[in-house]
Structures are given as structure tokens and as C-alpha cells.
């Protein structure tokens, strides 16, 4: 589902005011990197900017989308991805020293029209330093009205050449919040509703990438799975699951422990395991920490408090932390016994507290002792007296002993 309005966007409120603002000023930079990990929405908003770069009625930033020019440049950027207003090209697919010559040409020697003219580069960091180099050298020679967007996942591959003559708008991860709000606009528009439990899976599985999220949806909304079943098929692991599996983790038989290990080893590629482990401590970490609740209901926040209310949860946390997600199943397993130890040793106000305890028994141990012995030393003296006392009497009167 592509999108041709600002307004539909989800997500990265830091940048995209920025960008309508400055569409609206039309102060739009001609050359400007959109950079991010994949799916996080930059060739929609780059598309939506050249719609509004080359639309005559935009409205608070946005393309109208009705004009004649919005009309053609959004048939052509769903069948060919390119019209005489905007180009798209994916450098990532070709990008030989033709290719990028052909492309240099078209953006600075053959544009003379006065309507603007857009050019998105896709996977700009395909281009190898030299291509780069050559599209460099005509940068500061652009023409009035042309504008050079780089969509790229790895904006370290671009020269720092490139890079000091762009802008740059840095495109994130949405938060849960933001991804239950496109979740639910995705419910209304295909008018296919899902379970509180099927848009917490999606959400979860989706780890905060709209793209993911919408063809995650799509594919439940479009029959291809039932939501009963969809945690099992995408090997999401819930909180309350691994809740139990911390339950397990703090209790001293281990049996149970080793058990319900094993069994998250065999239901969930261990990859997968590991990083989503990663996921629920950090939340357990924000909890704790910063009593940040994303992503956790009231039973959950109860339970996770009452498992990490005696341990160094960041000690756990870094411990986790340095599991490598591509750890084998043995290095993983001993992993996990170190974790389980560090969850089992008590804090130091308890070990303060034992070992006060200790001594003050030990000392009510060695007075009794103490007490006991000097009893029966004085008993001894008695009877030593008393039978001193007896041998005298008999002594005195003739008597054997």
C-alpha cells in the first residue's frame, strides 16, 4: 500500500515536520540523503516530496493530488517509476560507469524546463568512491529547480564529500505506540479487523519497521493465515513466555529449568530466540529503570517486578547483551547457566543482612556454649569440694572409703 500524503505517515515526528516545513517555505535542500534501515519509510516520503517538489497546489506541504502533474507523476511511479517530473533509479540494481554517466547527464546537462525535476537514487550506497566522485564534481553546478534525493541504509558507504554537501534526514524505528496507531488505520482502510492478541504478534514481530508491519498485515488480512496460529508460524515469543521462562530461571529446581530451556531451544530458531531474549530485557531494563511499561500489560509488569526484585538486573542485562545472536546451542546453554547463577546470588544489602544474622547466632551459639561450659566446670569444682568434704567427715570419724 504506497502512500502520496504526509498526513498518512506513521512515525518519525522528528523529521517530518522538518520536511513539510520546509516544502511549505519551498526551502526544500536540492541535494538531501534520506537514511535509515530498511523499511522505515524514506522512499515513501521521498516520493511524497517530489510529488509535492512538482505539484502547483500543495497544501500544508503535501501534493494535492489531483493536478494533472500529481496525476501523471503517480501513474508513472506505480507502473515505471519514472515520468519527465520524476526519476527514480535504483543504483543498487544498476550502476554501471554508463549507467552513472547517462544519470549525471540527465540531471545536469539535458534539464532546462522550468518545472522542477526530481531525482531519487535508491541504494545510493551501491556506488562505488569513484562514481561518486564523478557525481560529486557536478554537485556545486546543479541547475534551479533539480533535486537529488539519496535514499540510502548505510549512509557511511557515501564519501564524506557527498555527505557535507546533503542534508541529511535520518529515518527510525516507530515506537509500539506508533506502530498500533498504523495498525489500526490498516484495520479500517482494508475493513479487516484483528484480536488484540494478532496486532500484539504483528506489532511485535514487526520490531518497529512500518513496511514490515503493512505486508505483515496484509498477509493476515488477505486469508493466507489464521491470527490463532500466526505467533507459531512467525516464532514470536511473547512476554508472558519468557516471564515463565525467568520463573524458571530463579527457581532452584533445575530440572524445571533445564526442561523449559530446552523447550524455547526446540520451538524457536535459536537466532531468533536470542535476539527477541535481547528485546524483552531491555523492556524489563526500562521498567525497572526508568518504570517505562511499552509493550507490557498490568499482570506482566507484576510479574516481571516480583522475578528482578532482588538481582542486578543490569548486570543480567549486559550478560545477555554479549550473547552473540548467532551463538551456538552449547555456548548459549552455558550462557544461560551463568545468567541463572548471577539470578540466584543475592544482592549485597541481603548478603549484609545473612551475614548479621550469622553472627549474631554464632555469638548466642558460643554465650550458650560459653555458659554451658562454665556451668560445668563449676559443677566439677563442687563435686571435687563436696567429695573433699566427705573424705574429711569420714576421716574424722574412723570410716573407709
Known amino acids: 500500500m504506497r502512500l502520496y500524503s504526509f498526513d498518512d505517515v506513521v512515525g518519525n515526528s522528528n523529521i517530518i515536520p522538518v520536511i513539510r516545513q520546509s516544502l511549505v517555505n519551498k526551502t526544500f535542500p536540492q541535494i538531501t540523503v534520506f537514511s535509515g534501515i530498511y523499511g522505515t519509510g524514506k522512499s515513501t516520503c521521498a516520493e511524497i516530496a517530489s510529488l509535492a517538489l512538482t505539484c502547483d497546489n500543495t497544501t500544508n506541504g503535501n501534493p494535492c493530488l489531483v493536478c494533472d502533474k500529481c496525476i501523471g507523476s503517480i501513474n508513472a511511479l506505480q507502473k515505471t517509476g519514472a515520468n519527465t517530473r520524476i526519476i527514480k533509479k535504483n543504483v543498487g540494481q544498476k550502476n554501471t560507469k554508463a549507467d552513472i554517466d547517462d544519470m549525471i547527464k540527465d540531471i545536469f546537462i539535458l534539464k532546462s524546463s522550468e518545472d522542477a525535476v526530481v531525482y531519487i537514487i535508491e541504494e545510493a550506497h ?6 561518486q566522485t564523478a557525481l560529486l564534481e557536478e554537485l556545486d553546478k546543479i541547475p534551479k529547480g533539480v533535486y537529488v534525493i539519496f535514499c540510502t541504509t548505510k549512509i557511511t558507504r557515501l564519501i564524506p564529500e557527498l555527505r557535507s554537501r546533503a542534508i541529511n534526514y535520518a529515518f527510525s524505528r516507530i515506537s509500539d505506540a506508533e506502530a498500533s496507531i498504523l495498525l489500526d488505520r490498516l484495520c479500517i482502510k482494508r475493513k479487516f479487523p484483528l484480536s488484540q492478541e494478532a496486532k500484539k504478534i504483528i506489532i511485535a514481530h514487526s520490531r518497529g519497521i512500518p513496511r514490515q508491519l503493512t505486508n505483515l498485515y496484509e498477509f493476515v488480512a488477505s486469508g493466507q493465515y489464521k491470527t490463532e496460529t500466526l505467533a ?12 515463565n521462562l ?8 533445575m530440572f524445571i529449568y533445564s526442561n523449559t ?19 524483552f530485557i531491555l523492556k524489563v531494563v526500562f ?12 499482570d506482566e509488569v507484576n510479574n516481571i517486578r516480583t522475578i528482578f526484585s532482588s538481582v542486578d538486573v543490569l548486570k543480567i542485562a549486559t550478560a545477555i547483551g554479549n550473547i552473540p545472536n548467532n ?5 548459549f546453554k552455558f550462557a544461560m547457566l551463568r545468567i541463572r547463577q548471577y539470578m540466584h546470588n543475592k544482592n549485597v544489602a541481603d548478603v549484609i543482612k545473612d551475614k548479621a544474622v550469622v553472627a549474631a547466632v554464632q555469638k548466642t551459639k558460643a554465650n ?4 554451658e561450659s562454665t556451668l560445668q566446670k563449676r559443677e566439677e569444682q563442687n563435686n ?14 574412723g570410716g573407709d572409703t
Do not use: H, R, W
Open 384 to 397: 571435687t569440694q563436696m567429695k573433699g568434704l566427705s573424705l574429711a567427715f569420714l576421716n574424722q570419724f
Open 232 to 243: 507459531a508460524f512467525l516464532g514470536v515469543i511473547n512476554e508472558g513466555d519468557f516471564i
Open 246 to 253: 525467568f520463573e524458571a530461571t530463579i527457581s532452584d529446581d
Open 261 to 279: 530451556l530446552d523447550q524455547f531451544i526446540k520451538t524457536y530458531p535459536l537466532d531468533s530466540f536470542i535476539e527477541q531474549l535481547k528485546e
Open 287 to 298: 521498567l525497572l529503570e526508568g518504570n517505562i511499561k511499552e509493550g507490557l500489560n498490568a
Open 368 to 371: 550458650a556454649m560459653y555458659s
Open 126 to 131: 551501491s556506488l562505488l568512491d569513484s562514481q
Open 327 to 331: 551463538a551456538s546451542e552449547a555456548d
